[in-house]
């Protein structure tokens, strides 16, 4: 719908043409989470949409202080869609939140972070837009339960997808279709359950305004993925918001949940979010260049360039959980050795095969959906342009399987490695973080990797295991 909607004039004839009766205003914290507040259409003015939305900036996690609370949030029409879950008619609008003290866009909202890296873009001369395309992959469970306790700790997830469920009792029997570990890539129903479940999603991702390619089961048990066409940096940010919104409550509308957790299931492959980039100036395409590698320019490849060098900081944005480091292991599908292939699936930066000047780019394989995406797709971007102005050669290409490449030789042959927790990586983030400015500021660097030290490391380095009592209780 925001297509079709370039000023608050349109927004507000929009509204009146559907019968709108709320307004869902939404922003993005560090965490990536959506916050809302909604709003009475009659209480909305167009003079309102023009000085910004009110709201207290001290309940969000990690950001104002309780004595400067006040904080304004600044609608975006063009990014409004309608709500397709709401029982009353409702149009959701992406905001930007605006600092009042300094009267500026706020340096610890993400999508305001991600603006300033296309200003710092345009203003480098480099080029004009980049592009982003992630691919966000999902499980869907039918049942979780999590004890988290001073004496007790305990998940459990449950999908008729699994294996373990092959001595279930079901009301109607056990039909014993299951893909099994590794097993779930392309297979057609009955063993595939989640067809018409992700039909849905796909017409509703298609209806809030996103451009839905095809969606398939992935490799593991109960995983799926649906493809987007690629988009503006922020755009492309927005829509993976959206997409995992539609996705949630599709699930939690037909009695099922869904994550986008990176590893839930121990011993199957994990969610990743691969991230497709590429930079344009005057509608060309500057990481294109017949004859080369792949067809690739010397600047796609001082920006993967980039990108590694920067690699171990960059994932504190791009991999910011601590589960995040379950997945990047190897034998899963999930690489750390970062080098660059064409086609290569065992490579951190793979190069898609039989891409024209239009369809040549490069796909980050490691992120993961715990990412907020506005700070994933601008950090990226960054250590990118880093790798541009100081033409950084990456290392590579590597056309092997480097999955089967042992650690010995990894070292021997000096291949750097993606952080192996996230301590390491956001230690990383405190050494080596110049490449992120101006756009990321150093009190919301020194904000962020205090928050993910808080809420992340430390209680998660606090926590014993039921794998710690099994190896180690009988000492």
């Not at 030789?409 to 400015?437: C, V, Y």
């Amino acid at each position: 719908m925001g297509k079709f909607v370039n000023n608050n004039k349109e927004f507000f004839q929009y509204c009146e043409d559907n019968e709108v009766l709320f307004v869902d205003f939404r922003f993005s914290d560090m965490k990536g989470m959506w916050h809302h507040i909604s709003y009475m259409m009659s209480a909305i003015s167009e003079s309102q949409f023009d000085n910004g939305i009110p709201f207290d900036g001290s309940s969000v996690d990690a950001w104002q202080p309780i004595n400067k609370s006040d904080m304004i949030l600044k609608p975006d029409v063009n990014s409004s869609f309608l709500d397709p879950f709401t029982a009353d008619s409702t149009i959701i609008v992406i905001c930007d939140v605006y600092d009042i003290y300094k009267n500026e866009l706020y340096e610890k909202c993400p999508r305001s972070i991600a603006k300033k890296a296309l200003e710092h873009l345009s203003v480098s001369g480099v080029g004009d837009v980049a592009y982003f395309g992630p691919e966000n992959e999902f499980f869907i469970f039918d049942d979780v339960k999590i004890i988290d306790s001073i004496n007790e700790s305990y998940y459990r997830v449950d999908t008729d997808e699994g294996e373990w469920s092959d001595n279930t009792d079901y009301e109607i029997g056990n039909m014993g279709h299951r893909p099994r570990t590794k097993g779930g890539y392309f297979p057609v129903q009955p063993t595939d359950s989640m067809v018409d479940l992700r039909a849905e999603m796909m017409q509703i991702l298609s209806d809030v305004g996103l451009e839905v390619i095809l969606g398939h089961h992935e490799v593991a048990q109960g995983q799926g993925e649906i493809g987007i066409v690629y988009d503006g940096l922020i755009e492309a940010a927005d829509n993976v918001q959206k997409y995992k919104y539609v996705c949630k409550m599709v699930a939690h509308l037909n009695g099922k949940t869904c994550t986008f957790m990176p590893k839930p299931l121990y011993g199957d492959n994990g969610n990743g979010m691969h991230v497709h980039q590429s930079i344009w100036k005057d509608g060309k395409n500057l990481f294109y260049k017949q004859g080369e590698y792949a067809n690739l320019s010397d600047m796609a490849r001082h920006y993967i360039g980039g990108v590694f060098k920067h690699a171990r900081a960059v994932a504190a944005f791009t991999n910011p959980s601590t589960n995040s480091y379950k997945r990047l292991i190897p034998g899963f599908e999930a690489p750390s050795i970062l080098t660059y292939s064409s086609q290569n699936r065992s490579a951190s930066c793979r190069i898609p095969y039989g891409a024209g000047e239009g369809a040549t780019r490069i796909e980050m394989r490691f992120p993961d959906s715990t990412a907020c995406p506005y700070l994933a797709f601008a950090a990226m971007l960054m250590a990118g342009l880093d790798g541009i102005k100081n033409k950084t050669e990456p290392i590579g290409p590597m056309d092997e399987d480097l999955f089967e490449m042992p650690l010995s030789e990894i070292r021997e042959r000096n291949i750097p490695q993606m952080p192996h927790t996230l301590r390491g990586s956001l230690e990383a983030l405190i050494r080596d973080n110049d490449f992120l400015k101006p756009v990321f500021t150093q009190d919301m660097v020194d904000v962020y990797q205090h928050f993910k030290f808080e809420t992340q490391v430390w209680p998660d380095e606090a926590r014993p295991t039921a794998f710690e009592f099994k190896t180690t209780y009988s000492c």
